[in-house]
């Protein structure tokens, strides 16, 4: 059974910082594209970042580009985004997600086949 599990959201001022871990189990994703997606209350879901399977590649939404880094370290089967200079509008639920598929750069959360539960970040002004 595949589970991917985040840790690492909270509460925090704006400005701050945060870092956000995915765990996979199940299988192995070290040839597979990995994300981050988020949703706020009343929105959909939308890209945050994607990280290709060798991690020599990383895209980005463009609201949070310069301000958030995603890597992954394939020993670990584990996958990080790191988010700084938070604002509160970067309020939500996280998501981490993995494609089932070798070698892809998936932006859209259908192209994605797993999901973890989602953990809360909450940005104060």
């Known amino acids: 059974q595949v589970q991917l599990v985040e840790s690492g959201g909270g509460l925090v001022q704006a400005g701050g910082s945060l870092k956000l871990s995915c765990a996979a189990s199940?299988?192995?994703?070290?040839?597979?594209?990995m994300g981050w997606f988020r949703q706020a209350p009343g929105n959909e879901r939308e890209f945050v970042a994607g990280?290709?399977?060798?991690?020599?590649?990383?895209y980005y939404a463009d609201s949070v580009k310069g301000r958030f880094t995603i890597s992954r370290d394939n020993a670990k089967n584990t996958e990080y985004l790191q988010m700084n200079s938070l604002k509160p509008e970067d309020t939500a639920v996280y998501y981490c997600?993995?494609?089932?598929?070798?070698?892809?750069?998936?932006?859209?959360?259908?192209?994605?086949?797993?999901w973890g539960q989602g953990t809360q970040v909450t940005v104060s002004s």
């Open positions: 990280i290709n399977w060798s991690g020599a590649r990383a």
């Open positions: 997600a993995a494609d089932a598929l070798p070698y892809r750069l998936p932006r859209l959360s259908s192209e994605y086949n797993y």
């Open positions: 199940g299988r192995t994703f070290s040839s597979s594209a």
